[in-house]
């Protein structure tokens, strides 16, 4: 089996200061681990992915994320946040023991103040 | 613009009815994978299909059937609907069979309120 927890579900920053989305998961297996991005009425959009490669992944839009197996985490950072930032975000867990079907996380929603 | 396409966008239907939501994949993508997604339930995995065939089955209820066609568009059916089917249903795509490695391209969504 595969699950992620986000530990915040919301997450409050003013615009120019560093952003930290927790993400912990949990599988059996070798995961792959994503986080997507959900602006109001839209569809999700891929931020940057894990896939067994190098453990400190870039995304889009200055997002980064850092694979650490000994915490079981993949946390989400941006260094400095701005206002279109604000969204729902969602980390991702697929592995074997989920038949890689992507397991998603509550998701925890970025607030940007001005 | 993902390339997937999905509709209705929007859809109201009273308690009992039956409705189709349709997705058509982004261009060369086999796999289309429906998901459900609301407030109580955040985003839950309901079915996979891989160039026309069922490849998994998650948290989908009796009611509620899908297909995948010839020409990869599929189709989520949606029976005796309940007050708690209303919800997001998103359809994403993507190129191969396994969720491991690739990314998953999603549509805006059909926004179902059942009354």
């Known amino acids: 089996a595969q699950s992620v927890t986000q530990l915040d579900s919301h997450v409050s920053v003013s615009e120019g200061t560093p952003v930290l989305l927790r993400c912990n998961y949990s599988?059996?297996?070798?995961?792959?681990l994503f986080w997507y991005v959900q602006h109001p009425n839209k569809g999700l959009q891929l931020l940057l992915k894990?896939?067994?490669?190098?453990?400190l992944v870039k995304g889009i839009n200055g997002f980064e994320a850092e694979f650490k197996k000994s915490e079981t985490s993949f946390h989400l950072t941006k260094p400095s946040a701005h206002m279109s930032d604000a969204a729902e975000y969602f980390c991702v867990v697929s592995a074997a023991g989920g038949s890689y079907i992507p397991t998603f996380g509550r998701g925890t929603s970025l607030i940007v103040h001005p | 613009d993902s390339g997937v396409t999905q509709t209705p966008k929007h859809l109201i239907t009273a308690t009992g009815q039956r409705v189709t939501l349709r997705c058509s994949p982004r261009s060369g993508d086999l796999s289309v994978y429906w998901y459900q997604q609301s407030l109580d339930q955040g985003l839950q995995f309901l079915i996979q299909y891989y160039n026309g065939e069922e490849r998994a089955k998650g948290n989908i209820l009796e009611r509620f059937s899908a297909q995948q066609f010839p020409d990869l568009h599929s189709e989520l059916n949606l029976s005796s609907l309940e007050l708690g089917d209303s919800a997001l249903y998103f359809c994403?795509?993507?190129?191969?069979?396994?969720?491991?490695?690739?990314?998953?391209?999603f549509g805006e969504g059909s926004r179902l309120t059942v009354l």
């Open positions: 994403a795509s993507s190129v191969g069979l396994t969720g491991n490695t690739g990314e998953l391209f």
């Open positions: 599988s059996s297996y070798s995961p792959s």
């Open positions: 894990y896939t067994s490669a190098a453990t």
